[in-house]
């Protein structure tokens, strides 16, 4: 294009006036295109001419940094940032070229990172100014970040796992041999001080403690395939309670089941949900030392099943509420904290929902959401008029 205007240019004197004019709209028309082309890039663009003028300014460039913009205004006044006005004063004056030159800058209150590249223009073989242009790489470099943390945590995950597999096998192996010492030591009759038999249940207790957290540990980190299969949520509850039924009234907990009849099954992996609820259970019943009541009860509603687990016992403070479902948090003595890390984990996997809420000293209730399988609907293409 700009050869044509050239041409026409050496011969603008045999053009007349009528022709001086189309070519003048048809030049302000490609002017506005390829000013509308650079403010609809995500790029900022600044043209200075050789005394560093600024010439050219694109709508990119305006939003990316203070600029106090009008056309023929020297850059380093236009230029309302300290650090910025050092580095192009240095570069800008010594005819350097920078490619990739990072800076923080503050826009409007917020800090954006942009990467900078200044090169010379150059027309007819003449240096006639500078071209400037950057990017912002605020979200490009957090996203960086945060991939490497991600793969960072991957990896320790991942090496964490290794170790804690090869504690298990000699853990196995110390309780196996723990067994066989002290079975030869009753049989030689060395066994029979209490103080023996105390030191042997301490190192058994302890076994399994770190047995627990190894265990724990990976089933919080390694994937969990689930199978599953078509179940009965009620009945199973049914049967958890009536398994913990005397440990219950040992605790003076009162349990209420409140059991939805018309409960539609779902698709579900019942050793994992089986142990989703103990879980739940087990810490309504810890969090009720003097007793209280229990009340588990399901319902469905539309295409959901909610079961929810409900205690009257210490409730959890509004610092903790957020914490209770992460890795390893936990307020017992002997707690792993691995507990609702694990039953986050398996509702998730089922593509359900957990969600709490419970205030000190008037009890906890967790209620858990599951999606209802859809029935396939058979579409039947009906035609009258016979075949389709
Ligand atoms: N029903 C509940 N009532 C009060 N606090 C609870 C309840 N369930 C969980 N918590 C709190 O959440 C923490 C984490 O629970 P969990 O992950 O099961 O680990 P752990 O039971 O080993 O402590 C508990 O230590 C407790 O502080
Ligand atoms: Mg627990």
Aim: net charge negative; with cysteine.
């Amino acid at each position: 294009m700009i050869k044509f205007y050239r041409r026409a240019l050496n011969k603008l004197d045999k053009l007349n006036t009528e022709q001086r004019r189309e070519l003048l709209v048809s030049a302000v028309g490609e002017i506005s295109l390829l000013e509308t082309v650079l403010d609809s890039i995500d790029v900022g663009i600044l043209v200075c001419d050789e005394k560093n003028n600024l010439v050219m300014v694109n709508k990119c460039a305006l939003r990316m940094l203070p600029l106090n913009y009008s056309e023929g205004i020297p850059l380093l006044q236009a230029i309302k940032d300290d650090e910025l006005i050092a580095f192009f004063k240095e570069i800008l004056f010594n005819r350097e070229k920078v490619i990739n030159w990072e800076i923080d800058i503050d826009q409007q209150g917020k800090d954006r990172l942009l990467s900078v590249n200044v090169v010379p223009l150059v027309q007819d073989r003449r240096i006639t100014g500078s071209l400037i242009y950057m990017e912002d790489i605020t979200e490009k470099r957090k996203d960086e970040s945060r991939l490497r943390r991600a793969e960072n945590l991957a990896s320790l995950t991942t090496l964490a796992a290794g170790v804690a597999h090869e504690i298990k096998n000699p853990l196995g192996s110390i309780s196996i041999q723990l067994q066989l010492l002290q079975k030869t030591l009753a049989k030689e009759n060395k066994s029979s001080g209490k103080k023996t038999s105390k030191y042997f249940n301490v190192i058994k207790q302890e076994v399994d403690r770190l047995n627990r957290i190894v265990v724990d540990f990976l089933f919080a980190v390694r994937p969990m395939s689930l199978e599953l299969r078509e179940g009965d949520i009620n009945k199973m509850i049914s049967q958890i309670m009536e398994f913990l039924r005397i440990e219950m009234e040992q605790a003076n907990i009162l349990c209420l089941l409140e059991l939805d009849e018309e409960l539609p099954k779902i698709l579900m992996d019942e050793r994992y949900m089986k142990q989703a609820i103990l879980n739940l259970v087990t810490n309504a019943r810890a969090a009720m030392p003097n007793g209280g009541v229990l009340t588990v009860a399901t319902n469905h509603v539309e295409d959901e099943i909610r079961i929810s687990i409900c205690d009257t016992g210490i409730g959890i403070s509004e610092e903790n509420i957020v914490k209770i479902f992460e890795p390893y948090f936990t307020t017992k003595e002997t707690g792993t904290g691995l507990g609702l890390t694990h039953v986050y984990k398996i509702i998730r996997e089922h593509q359900g929902e957990i969600m709490v809420d419970s205030a000190p000293e008037q009890g906890s209730e967790f209620k858990i959401i599951l999606p209802i399988p859809q029935k396939e609907t058979h579409m039947i293409a009906y035609n009258e008029g016979g075949a389709v």
